[in-house]
T-cell receptor, first 114, second 109 residues
């Protein structure tokens, strides 16, 4: 059974049209992460939450925002998608943010921008 | 800056053994992870090393040398389903994961 669920799997949007990606987890983990991954590149951390504490990476563009209304759900909002935002967006969770805690990933949402 | 280096691509034969290397330079070290990622799918956890030495898990083993900033993932008895990208990630002093770009492994019959 999927433990980190991302919807939708594929999202097509138009240049400048806001889009929201969602992630839910059944693991009851404290930490949730949003990554952007482009083809043949390393995953790039955009945000992470430790419980409700929000952490924005220094180089995450202002165009990206995130919400975590409760332990189970997290959303990624892209306010005005550009062509350069086309990528795979990965949600991950971990029990804590330290030590040997494994990050568990969802299947990802592939975003296309037309 | 923080840096993880892995070969971009490797090719191996079904049934053989392959070693994928990873070197790192990070601000501190709190552990090293290997993940497998099939094309278009999410990364899945393979192994974790925090102490020097070899960790064996079935067909897969991972080695760490902290003094050399070096790790490798060893895959034995290769199967076609092992064709994937293998990502090395290091946890720095802030427990943030620094990711490599991954090594694409191509298995030939």
């Amino acid at each position: 059974d999927a433990m980190v669920i991302q919807n939708p799997r594929y999202q097509v949007t138009q240049f400048g049209k806001p889009v929201t990606l969602s992630c839910s987890q059944t693991l009851n983990h404290n930490v949730m992460y949003w990554y952007q991954q482009k083809s043949s590149q390393a995953p790039k951390l955009l945000f992470h939450y430790y419980d409700k504490d929000f952490n924005n990476e220094a180089d995450t563009p202002d165009n990206f925002q995130s919400r975590r209304p409760n332990t189970s759900f997290c959303f990624l909002d892209i306010r005005s998608p550009g062509l350069g935002d086309a990528a795979m967006y990965l949600c991950a969770t971990s029990r804590t943010s330290g030590g040997s805690d494994i990050q568990y990933f969802g299947a990802g949402t592939r975003l296309s921008v037309l | 800056g923080q840096n993880i280096d892995q070969p971009t691509e490797m090719t191996a034969t079904e049934g053989a053994i392959v070693q994928i290397n990873c070197t790192y330079q990070t601000s501190g070290f709190n552990g090293l992870f290997w993940y497998q990622q099939h094309a278009g799918e999410a990364p899945t956890f393979l192994s974790y090393n925090v102490l020097d030495g070899l960790e064996e898990k079935g067909r897969f083993s991972s080695f760490l040398s902290r003094s050399k900033g070096y790790s490798y993932l060893l895959l034995k008895e290769l199967q076609m389903k092992d064709s994937a990208s293998y990502l090395c990630a290091v946890q720095d002093s802030n427990y943030q994961l620094i990711w490599g770009a991954g090594t694409k492994l191509i298995i030939k019959p």
